[in-house]
């Protein structure tokens, strides 16, 4: 198959490619850029001359939060009824904030509510800023999205560091924290207007793969047609030859009947008493029921390829099948039918079996793929042409489509989440 055969139908690959593009809003804002957050932790250990000082790199700046410096004293809320609250969720969270401390910063663990209620409970309580540690150890922070908390500043961190903190916390430690712009982080993976770009591009390959595939179906069936008309007209001719071709009964005494002379060249069977036989220009004899079909395919002798149009003056510009090969299953059929015919209005009772043309002054017959088609043979090869063309535009629209959830998942690590 051609090239453009393989192209695939659009209105397939379009509509899987638009049910597999429909892109999350979330996906949008993963694309856009973020800050990170340099944090400096101090741990004022009673007994212990010299702090404790770590540092931790991956912190992130929520979307919605200021992208300033800030520094306080770290504070977790108070168990709630006897329950440690780590998650500031609940309308009964407090902190407990000792009244020489001017700033303090809030820690809370990721969950159960959005980001949003978590910062503005916080900053209800007079936090200058939110420290949220992720609940799933082996997840990096995300970049938060809390609309409307104000001038508070938010920042998330790992589990692992958070509960560092915490532990601190629970022992009644000093925990001083120090909070810095990082850098600037554009996305990392495909953003959105990639993604749009890659289905633009593919929908266009797509369109004009398939005009040209158009273009391929409408020549062939120009081609298919054309053919059909010459072929009625080839056989029209076909028939008004062989009508002005002389026909005689073979009779006792003939020079056909003579044991020497040639057996017919299309059932190799020798001439009998009350055989008709078809005597063409070329002065070649046959069996009438055997070389009609014969002409009216091809037109042309068995034997020496003689174009009887030609010979007979009809249509003499018409270009005979002389290289289309002997389908030999439908001449089989109407030899067949024709000799059954002829035998009813003969005396002898002899049958007629057909073999291939084996005689030695034939020349070697075309191969079977130079027949010319039948209308049932063009629509088979036309509907595996398109099983083979839908099968590749699914695919091509599955391929893409897998291309777009593994740029999502990639998506991941840059995640703009709500809670």
Not at 91 to 117: D, M, S
């Amino acid at each position: 198959m051609s090239g453009a055969g393989r192209a695939g139908p659009a209105r397939l690959a379009t509509l899987a490619l638009l049910t597999c593009s429909l892109w999350p809003a979330r996906a949008d804002n993963a694309s856009q850029e973020y800050y990170t957050a340099l944090i400096n932790v101090t741990v004022q250990e009673p007994g212990r001359g010299a702090p404790l000082t770590f540092r931790i790199d991956r912190g992130r700046y929520g979307l919605d939060s200021p992208k300033a410096e800030v520094r306080g004293q770290v504070l977790a809320p108070l168990p709630i009824h006897g329950v440690a609250d780590h998650l500031g969720c609940d309308p009964q969270t407090r902190f407990l904030v000792p009244p020489n401390i001017k700033q303090w910063i809030a820690l809370l663990q990721r969950g159960n509510c959005t980001f949003k209620e978590k910062i503005s409970r916080a900053a209800f309580h007079n936090a200058v800023a939110v420290v949220i540690y992720n609940n799933k150890s082996k997840e990096e922070p995300v970049t938060m999205t809390h609309p409307g908390t104000g001038d508070i500043i938010a920042v998330m961190i790992t589990e692992l560091r958070g509960k560092d903190i915490l532990s601190y916390l629970e022992k009644n430690i000093s925990v001083q924290m120090t909070i810095a712009v990082g850098t600037r982080m554009p996305p990392k993976n495909f953003s959105r207007g990639s993604l749009v770009f890659v289905s633009i591009s593919f929908i266009v390959l797509m369109i004009i793969s398939s005009a040209w595939l158009i273009f391929y179906f409408i020549q062939k069936i120009r081609y298919t047609n054309a053919r059909d008309r010459n072929q009625r007209r080839l056989g029209d001719a076909a028939k008004k030859a062989i009508s002005k071709l002389t026909t005689r009964t073979v009779k006792k005494g003939d020079k056909e009947t003579d044991p020497d002379f040639d057996h017919c060249a299309v059932c190799i069977e020798s001439y009998k008493q009350n055989d008709v036989v078809r005597i063409l220009p070329c002065k070649h004899v046959f069996h009438k029921s055997c070389v009609d079909p014969w002409l009216s395919e091809h037109c042309t002798c068995p034997m020496c390829k003689l174009n009887i149009l030609k010979a007979l003056g009809i249509v003499p510009n018409l270009p005979c099948t002389d290289n289309v090969a002997f389908d030999m299953e439908r001449l089989t059929r109407t030899q067949a039918v024709n000799r059954r015919s002829a035998l009813g209005d003969l005396t002898s009772d002899n049958s007629l079996g057909l073999e291939p043309l084996r005689t030695s002054g034939i020349s070697p017959l075309p191969q079977d793929g130079e027949l010319t088609p039948r209308t049932g043979e063009i629509n088979i090869a036309v509907t595996k042409e398109w099983f083979i063309i839908a099968s590749f535009g699914l695919l091509s629209a599955l391929t893409l489509c897998y291309m777009i959830i593994r740029a999502t998942a990639s998506l991941n690590a840059n995640e703009v989440e709500w809670f």
